[in-house]
């Protein structure tokens, strides 16, 4: 006899050292025939700890009881341990049911927007490519959210068609800038997947930034290239960001250790070049930022405390291990302009007027490296840092207006 235990005992959720269920179960077994044997399925039951009660365990020390529990594989396992170890023969079983995963809010949008997008593709006559007029869909690319859309209907469509051609038309559309990283690297992911993919715009910028990040992703350089670039574009005592990537055996689409991850992202100064083991490599100090600061302003804060000297660290770096610019990538590092995107980088620095009148400045990134650089003397390329300042000024003030 199979028996429902959710249907029998009309309840959701048997809880671990709650012995009432288990108790009401042995007193159906007292009115089923000694000879008879009853399956009991818990399914549609959450069960906590069963061998944590007395009723539990005394149920099944009936040898004509078996039980079938659900997706619960780990909990069938101590049972029958508890069972071995009141030496109690027991008829136990787990089954794996599908589990019904139910789509989220958020995964119906998507795939309701993806199913939109992919039903404007166009195919043509010889049945080889396919194309998305995007700009007939949305009137601009301004959110992270339509160019997952735009991935989403790729791959739907070369899926259901087995094309692997597809031509993108923005047009004349506006498309954010912080975007087009994200659009050439779908590009990329679909080309390892045998996908071509272009993007055929009017718009001048834009075309100019994709086919910029597309060289990133796809320019292989070799040392002497790097090295040739590299002097033609870095002049010593040139500030900029070091960002090192994290260490680790896996690498990204762009061949980075820690597949991309930053470990840390430091004002620096490139120093020029020097050969380490018979190979050029490229000199880089970069400055600890919870030091980096005037000594004015470390006094003020810590007690009267004077700061000596910077804490820095020198990087002698291999030519396939430096990218710089929008030029190329490295494989650990990256040497990057101390311009500032942002509002939210800049650092409160205190100073001294007079005597006694203490005033605190939000410095922006380059601000802040020809502050301290000029107070502790420390040579650097004044014309590309006061460059950085200019652009950094027109950039944040955007951003009030």
């Known amino acids: 006899m199979d028996i ?29 025939p000694a000879d008879e044997h009853v399956t009991f399925d818990f399914g549609g039951l959450t069960i ?32 029958k341990l508890s069972c071995l170890i009141n030496n ?8 794996d049911d599908p589990v019904v995963v139910e789509e989220t809010k958020e995964e119906k949008r998507l795939r309701t927007a993806v199913n939109h997008l992919a039903a404007a593709f166009e195919t043509d006559a010889t049945m080889t490519s396919g194309t998305l007029p995007v700009y007939k869909v949305y009137d601009q690319i301004g959110q992270v959210g339509t160019v997952q859309y735009i991935e989403g ?44 993919v272009k993007f055929l715009s009017t718009n001048k910028e834009f075309v100019d930034n994709m086919n910029m990040r597309l060289d990133i992703c796809e320019s292989e350089y070799d040392d002497n290239d790097r090295f040739k670039l590299m002097q033609k574009k870095l002049c010593p005592n040139k ?18 250790y820690g597949k991309g991850e930053q470990l840390s992202a430091r004002i620096a100064i490139f120093l020029g070049f020097a050969r380490q083991n018979g190979e050029v490599v490229a000199h880089f100090r970069s ?8 000594k004015v302003h470390w006094a003020l804060e810590h007690d009267g405390e004077v700061l000596k000297k910077l804490d820095f660290q020198d990087h002698y770096i291999k030519m396939s291990e430096i990218g710089i610019y929008n030029d190329f990538i490295g494989s650990r590092f990256h040497f990057s ?11 409160r620095m205190f100073n001294l007027v007079g005597q006694d009148k203490v005033v605190a400045r939000y410095l922006t990134i380059p601000e802040r490296a020809k502050a301290v650089f000029d107070d502790f003397e420390i040579p650097y390329d004044r014309a590309s840092l006061v460059a950085y300042i200019n652009e950094t000024m027109n950039i944040l003030a955007t951003y009030n207006n």
């Open 4 to 32: 429902s235990v959710h249907k029998l005992l009309g309840i959701d959720t048997i809880s671990a050292g709650n012995n009432k269920p288990w108790l009401t179960l042995i007193a159906h077994m007292e009115c089923v």
């Open 48 to 79: 906590k700890d069963p061998y944590t009660s007395d009723g539990f365990i005394q149920l099944m020390r009936d040898k004509r009881v078996s039980m079938v529990f659900h997706n619960s594989d780990a909990m069938v396992k101590n049972i």
């Open 88 to 95: 109690i023969n027991c008829d136990i079983t787990n089954v």
């Open 153 to 196: 209907a790729i791959k739907k469509y070369c899926k259901d068609t087995g094309i692997k051609d597809v031509s993108v038309v923005t047009g004349n559309m506006n498309v954010q800038l912080f975007l087009i990283k994200a659009m050439a690297e779908m590009v990329m992911r679909f080309k390892g997947e045998g996908i071509e």
């Open 239 to 256: 500030v900029g960001i070091l960002t090192r990537y994290r260490e680790g055996k896996a690498k990204d689409e762009f061949g980075r």
């Open 287 to 294: 400055y600890n930022s919870s030091t980096f600061y005037t």
């Open 337 to 347: 302009t101390a311009v500032q995107y942002a509002p939210n980088g800049s650092e």
